[in-house]
């Protein structure tokens, strides 16, 4: 298992966004992960306001991390092989980059306040009866609560 797994606790919110778009979507060009990176700053903001949705984790490493929003940090999830196949000390590059630009409120948000997504090859049933915020390349993104 990567190193950034086995640690992942000890890394700070910029780190922990890195790989969280990395496992996310990585393997994406980059508006896709940046439309990632929006919604997890718009759960951040959602679940640090008054009343605000508590599932979501608080922080932004909590929001990453908090159960079944994140694939790529869940054992079993498909996506968390990315991440535990990462060997350590790995660049990961834009997605770096990425969160380090959303953490500074500098990444403008390209899916309208979304707070979900899926990939646009599948229909899972929380996305139906709802409009899409954004389609990015092969995300399509939702604001469904907030």
Do not use: K, N
């Amino acid at each position: 298992m990567s190193a950034a797994l086995d640690t992942h606790r000890a890394l700070g919110a910029r780190e922990i966004l890195a790989l969280t778009l990395y496992g996310e979507a990585g393997d994406r060009p980059v508006r896709e992960a940046e439309g990632v990176a929006s919604v997890v700053m718009t759960r951040v903001r959602l679940a640090a306001s008054p009343g605000g949705p508590a599932h979501l984790g608080e922080g932004v490493a909590g929001v990453c991390r908090a159960p079944f929003q994140f694939g790529c940090w869940h054992p079993g999830h498909p996506r968390r092989r990315v991440l535990a196949e990462l060997p350590e000390g790995a660049d990961l590059g834009a997605c770096a980059r990425i969160a380090a630009r959303a953490i500074a409120g500098a990444l403008p948000d390209p899916t309208g306040g979304a707070t979900h997504y899926h990939d646009a090859a599948r229909l899972p049933r929380w996305a139906l009866g709802h409009a899409p915020t954004a389609e990015l390349g092969g995300l399509v993104f939702y604001r469904l609560f907030g």
